[in-house]
């Protein structure tokens, strides 16, 4: 999967990109009550416009992106100076608020995540096949502390659909993988995309505490 992720970036096949901020971002982040201190985690992260629109809000921003074609573009396509270092199996950069690590997230270790009180994810949990769906959501609750939230954005696929990725993910499945570890709230259902038959779902996500 790693490496047909690489090429799709490489060829230019990155449909799934979107050429504006997501209006679900725009419409209930304001919501969530996240501090502006927050750093906010940002997996499978591409070259998404939305990490600038949280950076404008004060946010400091940590993708973590497998494709370093990816994270070219997004600093190209950005402004100011980047500083670029090694930490561990990452190379990252850094433009403004923004950092970006390239590298696999499952290797993205609990150590280096000590700031980050937020996440959002458009387009990471979409983007793994179903065997790796669970290790994800496991992933990310180790990450974050109690109390730590953010938005996920699921996908279901128009019936008789089973391709990917995007891959489809029920609203059952997003409660099987995340209510162990999160307390998870559906904010909406937008209209099926045309010519796709996409149906986007939009999810608050609470990291619980010890206990809960």
């Not at 992720?5 to 901020?21: K, L, M, P, T, Y």
């Not at 270092?85 to 923004?98: D, I, K, L, P, W």
Request: glycine content about 10%; hydrophobic content about 40%.
């Amino acid at each position: 999967m790693n490496e047909d992720w690489r090429q799709r970036w490489r060829e230019g096949r990155i449909g799934f990109h979107r050429e504006a901020v997501h209006p679900a971002l725009e419409r209930h982040w304001p919501e969530l009550g996240v501090g502006e201190d927050a750093r906010v985690l940002v997996p499978l992260c591409g070259k998404s416009l939305d990490m600038r629109w949280l950076a404008e809000r004060g946010h400091a921003v940590q993708g973590i992106e497998l494709a370093e074609t990816a994270i070219e573009q997004f600093l190209a396509e950005g402004q100011g100076e980047v500083s670029r270092y090694h930490h561990e199996c990452f190379a990252v950069s850094r433009q403004g608020r923004v950092a970006l690590w390239c590298g696999d997230f499952f290797h993205f270790h609990i150590d280096d995540a000590a700031e980050i009180g937020a996440f959002y994810d458009r387009a990471a949990l979409i983007a793994l096949p179903e065997a790796r769906r669970q290790r994800y959501a496991f992933h990310l609750a180790q990450l974050l502390p109690p109390g730590g939230r953010g938005l996920l954005i699921s996908l279901t696929r128009a019936p008789g659909d089973t391709g990917g990725p995007p891959f489809e993910v029920t609203a059952d499945e997003v409660h099987e993988r995340f209510s162990p570890n999160f307390e998870v709230t559906h904010l909406e259902d937008g209209d099926p995309e045309p010519g796709s038959g996409f149906r986007e779902s939009v999810w608050h996500l609470v990291r619980r505490g010890p206990g809960r």
